[in-house]
């Protein structure tokens, strides 16, 4: 575990808003332990999950940049975003992010700033007293260093959502804007549990192809222990791939053989991969010798959800509610 002290001087405006945390502030993330002496003036966000909570926090005016999106931002935030510089579609460079002086980088993934960080390693931000905060997701029950996206442990859970929410907070001084969002998004979850229980669904059982690297490669599809795991759990399906990896590549042949109820399709705006495009995704369904014979396909029993709700981020919550409508109206019809 290393340990960095970050003095960080604050204007008068962050200082007020700081008054209602305790400073200094120590927080253990993804085995580094960090002190924060005061609210960072500002933030370098990498990754849409960290972007999206800070502006719910009300934190937008403390974005100097931002990089790595899967989707368009949520309309609720797309005046804030539009002020704010976005330094990459994907991956920045160490030297764009740097270059605007952030009080904190907060990385979506380790993959980006980590261990082997394709931006930088949390030591080469240190060693320019520049702080990292990477979203607990990530890292709370999981060992990226297994698997191309790292490896589940256990089961997500959204309690990693809210600690992301309520240590962001934390560490800008705004604790109560915290509490509040926690809260808003417990009471939506459960109320989606709620009305996902009452299907009482048996024997439907789902795949979420998230994207492909090429579109005669196997399909990067959703393991048992992410976030649509999770989501599937709640509804009570059964998730055709049993892997821990987040995101492993499985053969058509083998999940047509599972054959599962309904095919779930990432829907995102990125272009990184032939199979981001949700055209793509649905026209080799279709046509494609293997898939286009499974049930689902024939059935029309294909959905689309939101791209950047299959990972564990505030629209995990948006996605267990399209999923139980989706569910409810399949029941009902």
């Not at 008054?19 to 990754?47: K, M, R, W, Y």
Request: charged fraction near 20%; charge should be negative.
């Amino acid at each position: 575990m290393t340990k960095l002290s970050i003095g960080v001087a604050i204007a008068a405006f962050a200082a007020s808003t700081a008054a209602a945390q305790d400073f200094p502030l120590t927080i253990e993330n993804c085995g580094h332990e960090i002190t924060f002496h005061a609210a960072p003036e500002s933030v370098v966000s990498i990754g849409q999950a960290t972007s999206e909570a800070l502006y719910l926090l009300g934190l937008g005016d403390k974005v100097a940049g931002t990089a790595v999106w899967f989707t368009d931002v949520l309309p609720e935030f797309a005046e804030v975003n539009s002020k704010v510089e976005r330094l990459a579609d994907n991956t920045p460079s160490f030297e764009a992010v740097v270059n605007k002086r952030p009080g904190l980088v907060a990385s979506q993934y380790e993959w980006y700033v980590g261990p082997k960080g394709s931006v930088g390693t949390r030591e080469q931000f240190h060693d320019l007293s520049v702080p990292t905060y990477i979203w607990p997701a990530d890292c709370v029950g999981k060992d990226n260093s297994v698997g191309v996206d790292g490896t589940r442990e256990d089961l997500i859970s959204t309690d990693v959502i809210y600690q992301g929410l309520t240590e962001l907070a934390q560490i800008f001084g705004v604790p109560e804007a915290g509490e509040k969002a926690v809260a808003d998004l417990k009471a939506r979850e459960m109320a989606a549990i709620e009305r996902a229980q009452a299907l009482n669904l048996t024997d439907t059982s789902a795949l979420f192809w998230f994207s492909s690297a090429k579109m005669g490669a196997d399909p990067y599809v959703a393991g048992a222990k992410g976030a649509p795991g999770f989501i599937m759990t709640q509804l009570g399906i059964e998730n055709v791939v049993d892997s821990s990896e987040e995101w492993p590549t499985v053969g058509w042949e083998t999940l047509a053989k599972a054959n599962p109820t309904y095919i779930v399709l990432a829907d995102l705006q990125r272009r990184k991969f032939p199979a981001d495009a949700i055209e793509v995704k649905q026209d080799f369904l279709a046509n494609d010798p293997v898939a286009s014979h499974m049930d689902a396909v024939k059935s029309g029993r294909v959905l689309v959800l939101d791209a950047h709700a299959m990972d564990a981020t505030i629209r995990t919550i948006s996605g267990l509610e399209l999923l139980a409508d989706a569910m409810e109206q399949a029941v009902t019809n």
